[in-house]
């Protein structure tokens, strides 16, 4: 099992305030990504990050940042949070799996963010 | 830019077939099939590799036409527990895992 953690769980704020999501793994996996759920556009990527201060942009970046300092957690940051970033917002990490090793994706748990 | 999940809801009878497509106007890597439950977060189903490899789960199926950029997943004699949303996520040529918009299946008693 990957060991994947996301904090908060839930959290409200508003307009304007800085916050950050957590999300934590257990098993040294070198690719995490975000992505946020919202009804009728499915998952986006938000960013992704390819190993500690390796990061890219992904296709919903505008107004997000994010940081990996060490392999474990890798962190999403809402500079000023609006309403439009009210969503559910997943981590991610790849696993290789079977003979070939192709990479899939094991979710975390979600953050629900409501921006007022 | 998302794949095109095709149809974007589905309601079936339990034992019935169903088939969820998938089309990316990019060049794939790979295709990985997801399935959500409400309330929780995506599972991994399957996924299909460039050159034919594929690795399935239970009685699902599916298949990758890498000319044509297309994923079909086939669910046969659908259970109630195959409920959910289905989402395709393409890989290209870099990291990025991108997902289509979702297809939501119910399955009636």
């Known amino acids: 099992d990957a060991g994947i953690t996301q904090s908060p769980r839930h959290k409200v704020t508003e307009t304007g305030t800085p916050v950050t999501l957590r999300c934590h793994q257990t098993?040294?996996?070198?690719?995490m990504y975000w992505y946020r759920q919202d009804p009728g556009h499915g998952l986006r990527l938000i960013h992704y990050?390819?190993?500690?201060?390796?990061?890219d942009k992904g296709e919903v970046s505008d107004g997000y940042s994010v940081s990996r300092s060490k392999t474990e957690d890798f962190l999403l940051t809402l500079e000023s949070a609006t309403s439009s970033q009210t969503s559910v917002y997943f981590c991610?990490?790849?696993?290789?799996?079977?003979?070939?090793?192709?990479?899939?994706?094991?979710f975390g748990a979600g953050s629900r963010l409501t921006v007022l | 830019q998302q794949p095109v999940q095709s149809p974007q809801a589905v309601i079936l009878r339990e034992g019935e077939d169903a088939v969820i497509n998938c089309s990316s106007s990019?060049?794939?890597?790979?295709v990985h099939w997801y399935r959500q439950k409400h309330g929780e977060a995506p599972v991994f189903l399957m996924i299909?590799?460039?050159?034919?490899e594929q690795k399935g789960h239970e009685k699902i199926s599916a298949s990758f036409n890498e000319k044509k950029q297309q994923s079909s997943l086939y669910l046969t004699a659908s259970q109630l527990s195959y409920s959910g949303t289905y989402f395709c996520?393409?890989?290209?040529?870099?990291?990025?895992?991108?997902f289509g918009k979702g297809t939501r299946l119910h399955i009636l008693p």
């Open positions: 991610a990490i790849s696993e290789t799996s079977g003979r070939s090793g192709a990479n899939v994706l094991t």
């Open positions: 098993e040294n996996h070198r690719y």
């Open positions: 990050s390819y190993g500690v201060k390796d990061t």
């Open positions: 990019k060049a794939l890597y790979s």
């Open positions: 299909l590799l460039k050159g034919g």
């Open positions: 996520g393409t890989k290209g040529g870099n990291d990025k895992i991108i």
